[in-house]
């Protein structure tokens, strides 16, 4: 049988632990994140992911998934705080996977990488979600990203903020620009570029872009009617068109 604790109080120092989960300092000191969604559960439930389940938390008519974890129950109102996104179904509170510090990006990388300094956590998750998608397996985030592991952020990457290797760099405008690629409307037509084996291609915030970053190499996705395309949308059509080019 399956002990569940009930939780009635906000004050209660577990569930005020849980809701810290809600903010990227929570995250940051609980080691922790909320996976929320039923699609997104189940599939991190059945691909035995190597990341361990703390906590499963419930609010009443749900049922728990499996037996094998620490099961919390709350009120509907307690319960709806914490289901930022309005699920409505259960909560797993998992660890999050390391991300490992980076500082220097002075020599070229291992393979292709991807750097993002997109402070809006939806923007960068669904930025995430399409590097994995074109086959980067190596992402950067910069000290202007946002926390992957928010709720919108891993819900926007479908999972991919949990399966891809994440490490983490300094400022963007303290980054080497040697080895690096821009996507700017200044820059080579994307559809004449060629792409070099090893390379870390940098995609600008909306709205401020790069900032004072000066990259030599810089490449433009021609568009017809429309100035610019959104930053993940430039980002995902400049990561297809390495991922054609290169699989020739």
């Known amino acids: 049988m399956i002990k569940i604790t009930d939780i009635t109080s906000p004050t209660n120092e577990t569930y005020q632990k849980f809701k810290s989960l ?7 000191k609980e080691g922790l994140c909320f ?6 559960i189940q599939e991190f439930l059945s691909s035995r992911s190597p990341l361990k389940i ?3 938390v419930l609010k ?6 499996a037996d094998h974890r ?5 009120p509907k109102i307690l319960f709806d705080e914490l289901d930022s996104l309005g699920t409505h179904f259960n909560l797993l509170v998992i660890e999050i996977p390391e991300i490992q510090q980076s500082p220097e990006l002075s020599t070229l990388p291992p393979q292709a990488q991807v750097i993002l300094p997109l402070g809006d956590p939806s923007n960068l998750g669904a930025a995430l979600r399409s590097c994995e998608a074109f086959g980067i397996e190596e992402v950067i985030l910069t000290q202007e990203s946002a926390n992957p592991f928010l709720p919108k952020a891993l819900k926007a990457s479908a999972g991919s903020t949990l399966r891809l290797k994440l490490l983490k760099t300094k400022a963007l405008s303290e980054l080497s620009t040697q080895h690096l690629i821009a996507l700017d409307s200044q820059g080579q037509n994307l559809m004449n570029f060629e792409w070099p084996k090893q390379f870390r291609l940098v995609v600008g915030e909306e709205g401020p872009g790069l900032g004072d970053l000066l990259v030599r190499n810089k490449i433009s996705i021609p568009t017809q009617g429309v100035e610019s395309l959104n930053a993940v949308v ?3 059509v400049a990561l297809y068109d390495y991922k054609r080019k290169s699989s020739k």
């Open 22 to 28: 809600l903010t990227s300092k929570g995250i940051k």
């Open 60 to 65: 009443e008519g749900l049922n728990p998934l």
């Open 70 to 74: 620490f099961t919390v129950k709350l």
């Open 35 to 40: 996976l929320s969604g039923k699609d997104l």
């Open 234 to 236: 430039a980002l995902s």
């Open 54 to 56: 703390h906590a499963e």
